[in-house]
T-cell receptor, first 113, second 116 residues
């Protein structure tokens, strides 16, 4: 099946640094979602985006729905140890009547002590 | 507490020994789905169900079966497990009819399966 192009695959950062990750698609999406998976847990929804150009924040997290509808970005400001985990993007296409999600492979965030 | 519950959380088994991973949700969600997670591949959908008695294949259905006899339960069945089914499995659910918000899935905590 189709998979989104999510980058980077992993990030090693210092506490306090800002983080940026993105997802791109070859097709247009109606919805972009960002999930976080902490070690030993299932993914949890962080931010949902429903309109092209939309910029949404959730605390230190900010995500944007690209204007072309083919990409999305997630930024984390002033990272802290509890930000560690795998971040997944997911998109919902316009052609699927069952509204199935297409997933990125994830960005693993590691914070250097 | 609203939740998706999977059992078992961890299982080591041998090739060919049938097993079932159960999934139950208490949120009255119509939609349920199974994913497997493998390093570098992210989440891949195995099967999904839009409602009771309605199931459909995802991207990687080979070697798996599901059933949806009740709204709250969606078990994943491996009739004859093989080593390539060693993976981390997640069950997820969501309401079907939430206008414009059909992507907000609620995940279980995962079931780590090892097939020897």
């Amino acid at each position: 099946g189709q998979q989104l192009n999510q980058s980077p695959q992993s990030m090693f950062i210092q506490e306090g640094e800002d983080v940026s990750m993105n997802c791109t698609s070859s097709s247009i999406f109606n919805t972009w979602l960002w999930y976080k998976q902490e070690p030993g847990e299932g993914p949890v929804l962080l931010i949902a985006l429903y309109k092209a150009g939309e910029l949404t924040s959730n605390g230190r997290l900010t995500a944007q729905f690209g204007i072309t509808r083919k990409d999305s970005f997630l930024n984390i400001s002033a990272s802290i140890p509890s930000d560690v985990g795998i971040y997944f993007c997911a998109g919902q296409g316009v052609m699927d009547s069952n509204y199935q999600l297409i997933w990125g492979a994830g960005t693993k965030l590691i914070i250097k002590p | 507490e609203a939740q998706v519950t999977q059992n078992p959380r961890y299982l080591i088994t041998v090739t060919g020994k049938k097993l079932t991973v159960t999934c139950s949700q208490n949120m009255n969600h119509e939609y349920m789905s199974w994913y497997r997670q493998d390093p570098g591949l992210g989440l891949r959908q195995i099967y999904y169900s839009m409602n009771v008695e309605v199931t459909d294949k995802g991207d990687v259905p080979e070697g798996y079966k599901v059933s949806r006899k009740e709204k709250r339960n969606f078990p994943l069945i491996l009739e004859s497990p093989s080593p390539n089914q060693t993976s981390l499995y997640f069950c997820a659910s969501r309401p079907l009819g939430t206008l414009g918000r059909t992507g907000e899935l609620f995940f279980g905590e995962g079931s780590r399966l090892t097939v020897l």
